[in-house]
C-alpha cells in the first residue's frame, strides 16, 4: 500500500474509473506555426502494472510524446488522461500522481545521494518523517547506501542514473515516465537498471518507456507501439512483430560489397519483402527458411560468386526495426549519441 502521499485516496478512486494509466487520443503536436507535425493523431492506451514501450528512432516523437503526458508541454489537438486526470484540465493532479526520470540524470552534483532524495520530498510537499524514512528505502533499494553521504559528482554515471530514477519515487507514483533512462550506460549498468524495473513492476508500478535499445524493449516491454516522424506504424508484443516479418531470416555473408550487391539482385523473389543489404552481408525474412536457403544457393552457384557463409535464424527486433524504418537501431542510437554529444538541447528538441 502506498502511504505517506496526500492524494493515495484519490487515486485509488480513479483506479475504479479507468483500467489504463495511460488513455491518449489522436495527439497532435505541431511546431513552426503548423509546419512540422512532431506527432500525428497517435493513440494510446497503457495498461496498469506491466511495462509499454515506445520504440523508434532519433525524431521519431517519443519525448515530445512523454512532454505532453507529463504536461511540460501541451498537445496541439487531441486529448489524454493519466491516472484519470486530464492532462490540460489538471495539470497539478498528474505530475502527483507520476514519477519522471529523463535521457540524462538531473540530480544536484554538489548534493548528496541522500541530501537529493530528501530535497525532492520537499518539493513534493511530503511529510518529513515519510522523506526521511523513504530515502534510505530507496538508497537501499538502488544500492547506494554506501554512496549515501557522498556529493554526487563523485558518482559514476550508472550510479547517477540509479539516483534519478530513485529521485522519481520518492512520492511512491503508481506510473512512472523512463525517457531514455539507459543511454550512455554500460552494459553491466544497463542490466542493474532492467532488474529495477522489473521489480517495480512486480510491486504494481506502471511504466511508460522510451528506448531505442531492442534488446532492452524485447526484455521488459509487454506491448510496444512504434513511432516513425511521428506516427505509429506497428503495434503490438515483442512477438507479434517479429512474426509479422516472416518466420526466418535468411542471412548470406559475401566476400566483397560488389558480390552482395550482385547477389542481393539475384534473390530477388526469395522474399516478398526487399533484401536488406549491410556491407557484405545480405538478409532476407522468409516463410519457409530450409527451401529458400536451398533456392539462394542454386542462384548464388549458378552465377559464380563465392559465397562466404549462410545463416537461418528466428527474426529479431532490430529485423522488425530495419523493416518498419529503413535503418538498424544502432545507427539510430548512433545518430542520437552523436547529438547528445553536441548539445542535449538539441537533441531533445527533435525527439
Not at 480513479?14 to 495511460?22: C, G
Not at 554506501?146 to 539516483?163: E, H, V
Not at 533456392?295 to 518498419?324: C, H, N
Request: with cysteine.
Amino acid at each position: 500500500m502506498r502511504q505517506g502521499i496526500q492524494y493515495v485516496g484519490v487515486l485509488s478512486k480513479l483506479r475504479v474509473m479507468s483500467d489504463f494509466a495511460v488513455e491518449a487520443l489522436n495527439i497532435v503536436r505541431t511546431f513552426k506555426d503548423g509546419e512540422v507535425r512532431a506527432l500525428d493523431d497517435v493513440t494510446l492506451h497503457v495498461p496498469r502494472s506491466e511495462v509499454f514501450g515506445l520504440l523508434g528512432p532519433n525524431g521519431s516523437g517519443k519525448t515530445t510524446m512523454i512532454r505532453i503526458l507529463s504536461t511540460i508541454m501541451a498537445p496541439s489537438s487531441g486529448t489524454a488522461t493519466v491516472n484519470g486526470f486530464d492532462v490540460v484540465k489538471h495539470p497539478d493532479e498528474v505530475r502527483r500522481s507520476i514519477g519522471l526520470a529523463g535521457q540524462y540524470a538531473t540530480v544536484d552534483e554538489n548534493l548528496t545521494g541522500y541530501e537529493n532524495l530528501r530535497m525532492i520530498g520537499s518539493l513534493n510537499h511530503l511529510e518529513k518523517k515519510f522523506v526521511i524514512s523513504r530515502a534510505r528505502e530507496l538508497l537501499e533499494q538502488f544500492g547506494l547506501t554506501d554512496a549515501a553521504n557522498r556529493t554526487c559528482k563523485t558518482y559514476s554515471g550508472g550510479m547517477r542514473r540509479r539516483l534519478d530514477l530513485a529521485a522519481a519515487l520518492v512520492a511512491n507514483p503508481p506510473l512512472l515516465f523512463l525517457d531514455e533512462p539507459t543511454t550512455g550506460l554500460d552494459p553491466q549498468s544497463r542490466q542493474d537498471l532492467w532488474a529495477i524495473i522489473e521489480t517495480l513492476v512486480e510491486g504494481g508500478t506502471s511504466v511508460l518507456l522510451t528506448t531505442q535499445y531492442l534488446e532492452e524493449a524485447d526484455r521488459l516491454c509487454k506491448q510496444l507501439v512504434v513511432l516513425d516522424h511521428g506516427k505509429i506504424i506497428a503495434e503490438g508484443t515483442s512477438q507479434q512483430l517479429k512474426t509479422s516479418l516472416g518466420n526466418t531470416v535468411l542471412s548470406l555473408s559475401f566476400t566483397s560489397t560488389a558480390d552482395a550487391t550482385r547477389g542481393a539482385a539475384l534473390l530477388e523473389g526469395i522474399s516478398s519483402k526487399p533484401a536488406n543489404v549491410d556491407g557484405t552481408v545480405v538478409e532476407l525474412t522468409v516463410e519457409q527458411g530450409p527451401s529458400s536457403a536451398a533456392d539462394a544457393l542454386r542462384r548464388i552457384d549458378i552465377a559464380e560468386i563465392t559465397l562466404a557463409g549462410l545463416t537461418l535464424r528466428e527474426p529479431s527486433l532490430d529485423d522488425v526495426f530495419l523493416s518498419l524504418t529503413g535503418h538498424k537501431a544502432e545507427e539510430a542510437l548512433l545518430l542520437s549519441t552523436d547529438d547528445a554529444s553536441k548539445g542535449g538541447r538539441t537533441r531533445k528538441a527533435r525527439s
